[in-house]
């Protein structure tokens, strides 16, 4: 049964594939934009000089990356229909939690950016007649942003690499419909080596390009 | 235009300013120096709010600083500074720079506000560089287009904290001739600086600190003719010196 491969198979299950391919792709978009939209409002919070806000920014991030994400995605999916009374899809529920979860590292993110902007530009935007909003808004998040996109990168190769753990709740991701096909197909092994593929071509270029944007960053500096 | 009564700053149970009081009337600038540490910096920023303290009252144009009623961000609108390290914004072009505040704050039109921006670049003598980033000028530019910046909000005062301490000697006069001639228009500055040469042409009153007091604050005669205290003197002649 080994004694081939037979990659016929792949072009007839395309569409197939590509479903899955493409739902990876966008549970990875969403995650990363939510994440980093959600990230960033963590870490202001978590550097806001209010206590309790700055607490409860640090008791979520820290419960978030103490848990493995298996687990998050579990749970989610058992427990959203519990509270809320609706059944949620495994597709649905996962972007949720997806989001949920990457929030913390990204905010984590987030967080070294904005301390890596000097307080003499916070001064300046405040001197300006800006309000905390404005500093923020132009001069604090574009600077700590730009300063952190490599790393914001990195995190999402890790991300796009993650959603592949969807399988525990059957959300139809890319390795899902791998699975799928080369059980249609009586073809596994050549169905998992598709998958394996796309995981690192995608992964490789993403990670070439942080690679080209740190040494931008490098000479900018 | 500036009462500064009684105001003392602690760091926990370290006294940054110890009941100080100056006043800066409408027109006249003020140089405000004294050795590192003795709370310069601090002052200067308590006029515009960016440093709270503990006890004491500013008052800018009537509005009293730092107050619960006052709204902080637009009595800083009003009063223009210019710092040690420029503070340009580096991922904003410098027309962007000279046109964000005036757009954000001051609700002007994008037309309006880079007009203002370009006569004002034109005046500290850097029109060409209007497309170009920070990063690319050299720092006595930075901080003419910093200067600019503050101008840019038609500020009633403008408070300079050091704005030559950080450039290459060969850039210090280009800032220095902005600052003179922006004394000459009347405008009301309060400037932390050692560059006595500034103080001797422009300046109403010298003020002196040292460990968060004010020790002098004299006419710019009576300041260099006969500085009274024995640290005022030490430290006039050292700076002087070189
Ligand atoms: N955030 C701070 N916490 C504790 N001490 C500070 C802080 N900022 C300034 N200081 C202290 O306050 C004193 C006055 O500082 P500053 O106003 O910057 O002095 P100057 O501008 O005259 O050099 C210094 O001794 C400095 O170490
Ligand atoms: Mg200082």
Redesign the pocket.
Known sequence: MFSTFDFSVLSPSLPFLWTGIQYSFKLTLIAMSGGIILGTFLALARLSPNRVLANAAATYVDTMRSIPLVMVILWFFLLIPLLTGNPVGAESSAMLTFTAFEAAYYSEIMRAGIQSVSRGQVAAGDALGFTYGQTMGYIVLPQAFRNMIPVLLTQTIVLFQDTSLVYIIGAKDLLKAAEIAGKNYNRPIEMYIFAAVIYFVVCFTLSQTVKRLQKRVAIIR | MIEISHVNKH??A?Q??TDCSTTVAKGEVIVVC????????????TVNGL?PFQSGTIMVDGISVGAPGTDMPKLRARVGMVFQNFELFPHMSITENLTIGQIKVLNRSKEEAMATGLKLLDRVGLKAQAAKFPGQLSGGQQQRVAIARALSMNPICMLF??PTSALDPEMVNEVLDVMVELAHEGMTMMC?THEMGFARKVANRVIF?DQ?HIIEDATKDDFFGTPRGERAQQFLSKILSH
């Open positions: 760091y926990g370290f940054v300013l004294g050795p590192s540490g003795s709370g310069k910096s601090t002052l200067i920023k440093e904290d050091e932390v600190m968060g």
